[in-house]
């Protein structure tokens, strides 16, 4: 499936990472401009506190070769809201988002692009074959939970190691628009379209410079947004498991019943009755924690706030918005005006 003449965007989040953007930059010259014509960097500053808005403006200022834009949030919303504000901003005919560190491979654009327009393919993904550069810990909770997401959803699978590196063609990006759901866990979201799919393997260096942003607290709350987003499973299983402990708790109950009436009043045990508490009373606080993560879900949704805020749009991408405020399904963006 030939597509000539075609338009593609990095989108690419970043948050305090001034360390490693100038040098994204040049590698990216380096690897990928001389082959795409048509390619387009577009930076999604998430409310950064050091200098990565001002060091992307001053490189859209150098008026280089390479196509460079920045959107930037009113303050800081989390990485899967900035991906959301860059796919309802950019209009190309495919997008790859990728991380500034350079732990997703620039030269492997290439071969996605190659896949989509050669083969026909509408969502190509990178699958890290070598995780070797994680900790054990790491590799162990990863793993642990594509598992588990994969085991409870019903309806949306998603790849065993496959990050957020992917190119996704034009009518993938706009069905993305119209999820309009405010707890994004964006790998369920690129999955839930559908249309062919292709893994591509590639083995995921270390960071150029700086450090993750990522704690193992932000990576559990991850997981369970995108558990909860995407399956009523952990609701239903409460159910049996209350149906099974209310099954052993009348079996007992015959059971001291026909006890009683052979043997006789006996005193109980105190053991046995503090075990039963303690344990009734576990099964139901976390059956409570439970409901509570849907219901704050369904509170939130309910509320219907935006994702994100862009208070500014520049570089090249400024030029193909209209200017004002301007809503889009999941938030709001102000472009100015420079007529005025």
């Known amino acids: 499936m030939a597509k000539a003449n075609y338009l593609v965007s990095l989108i ?22 001389a082959e795409l014509s048509h390619l387009e960097i577009v930076f999604v500053d998430d409310g950064s506190k050091d200098s990565s808005a001002a060091l992307i403006e001053e490189l859209i200022a150098a008026q ?50 190659r896949i989509w327009r050669d083969e026909g393919i509408d969502h190509v993904y990178g699958v890290r074959v070598d995780r070797s550069q994680d900790t054990e810990m790491k590799r162990m909770t990863s793993g642990g939970f594509y598992f588990v997401f994969n085991r409870l959803s019903n309806k949306v699978k998603i790849p065993a190691n496959a990050g957020d590196f992917r190119l996704m063609d034009r009518k993938i990006v706009e069905t993305v628009r119209l999820l309009h759901e405010s707890n994004r866990f964006m790998k369920g979201l690129f999955a839930w379209p559908g249309f062919s799919s292709k893994g591509v393997p590639y083995q995921r260096p270390p960071r150029v410079a700086g450090n993750s942003k990522w704690n193992y607290w932000k990576l559990w709350n991850f997981a369970l947004d995108g558990i909860v987003s995407f399956s009523s499973l952990p609701l239903r299983v409460w159910s ?34 503090m075990c039963a508490v303690l344990f009734l009373g576990a099964v139901q606080l976390i059956s409570i924690g439970i409901l509570g993560e849907y219901l704050g879900r369904i509170s939130e949704e309910a509320k219907h706030r935006p994702v994100y805020v862009a208070q ?29």
Request: glycine letters at 6%; one cysteine or more; aromatic letters at 8%.
């Open 12 to 33: 690419v989040p970043v948050y305090n990472e001034e360390a490693t953007i100038e040098i994204f930059v040049s590698t990216i010259k380096k690897k990928l401009s």
């Open 64 to 113: 280089s070769e390479l196509k460079i834009s920045l959107i930037k949030l009113s303050r800081n919303f989390g990485k899967e809201a900035a991906m959301t504000a860059a796919l309802d901003i950019v209009n190309s005919d495919a997008v790859i988002p990728m991380d500034v560190d350079l732990q997703d491979p620039p030269e492997l654009v290439l071969e996605f692009i």
């Open 240 to 273: 049996y498991i209350g149906a099974g402990v209310g099954l052993l708790a009348f079996v007992y109950m015959c059971w001291i019943i026909i006890e009683t009436m052979i043997s006789g009043i006996d005193v109980p045990g105190y053991a046995s009755t």
């Open 312 to 340: 500014q749009i520049k570089g090249d991408l400024a030029k193909r918005v209209p200017p004002g405020a301007q809503h889009t399904a999941s938030g709001i963006y102000f472009m100015q005006d420079d007529n005025k």
